[in-house]
């Protein structure tokens, strides 16, 4: 990443590396809408999700043991996690990125922000519904093996107790911006461009209690 941070050194690029985190629970739609926003808005976009598959499936040891803490509804540690992150935005020529699934949790915050030096521009919460997204992950069929009622339950325990922390720091920053993710996908593609195209001056203030519905 030196080469997007250190830019205004003189010795690397001289732009701004613009960044948006995507978070939401298991079956929340951020993979779709993601791809939607990157079309339309100009974003690379990067699902942490997939580049956690991708590890898996090399068969390196770092995938094996991904493997073994996504069976079990965990966490992948936060530095491994941020380093597969830093390896893809480097590989991309790009200077807006649009980071699907991240930060899970209050130490994937500092992680990413101790050892890439930035913070993203925003972060869309795409609030949906527990039993809207259990039938969602259950109805479609994409040969993953995290999708059974067991791993997604724990993958939902998780989501509520540990990104919770995350969205409300955030929140306290002024940088959450929440929308219904319970509705159509066209539906809640309408409200996430109308955050994408607002400008800095008229920022969307989310208010205190948008938070809790992750709770519900």
């Known amino acids: 990443m030196d080469s997007h941070k250190e830019g205004d050194r003189g010795s690397g690029k001289q732009k701004k590396v613009k960044i948006v985190f995507v978070i939401g629970g298991p079956g929340s739609g951020k993979g779709t809408q993601c791809k939607r926003i990157a079309q339309q808005f100009g974003y690379t976009h990067l699902s942490v999700g997939e580049l956690l598959r991708q590890e898996i499936n090399s068969g390196s040891e770092t995938g094996s043991m991904i ?3 996504m069976k079990e509804g965990k966490l992948v540690p936060s530095d491994v996690t941020v380093r597969l992150l830093q390896q893809a935005m480097q590989e991309m020529d790009s200077d807006k990125f649009l980071i699907d699934g991240f930060p899970r949790n209050e130490e994937n915050v500092q992680t990413f922000e101790n050892l890439t030096k930035m913070e993203p521009e925003f972060v869309l919460l795409l609030d949906c519904p527990q039993d809207e997204m259990e039938r969602r992950l259950l109805s479609r069929n994409e040969g993953r093996e995290d999708d059974n009622i067991e791993t997604i339950r724990k993958r939902f325990k998780v989501f509520m107790e540990s990104t919770l922390p995350a969205v409300e720091y955030y929140e306290s920053k002024g940088k959450l911006r929440k929308v ?8 809640v593609f309408e409200s996430v461009k109308a955050i994408f195209s607002q400008g800095k001056d008229n920022k969307v203030r989310p208010s205190r209690h948008c938070c809790k519905c992750l709770i519900l």
Request: net charge negative; proline share 0%.
């Open 180 to 187: 219904d993710a319970g509705k159509s996908i066209d539906e």
């Open 67 to 69: 493997q073994k803490i």
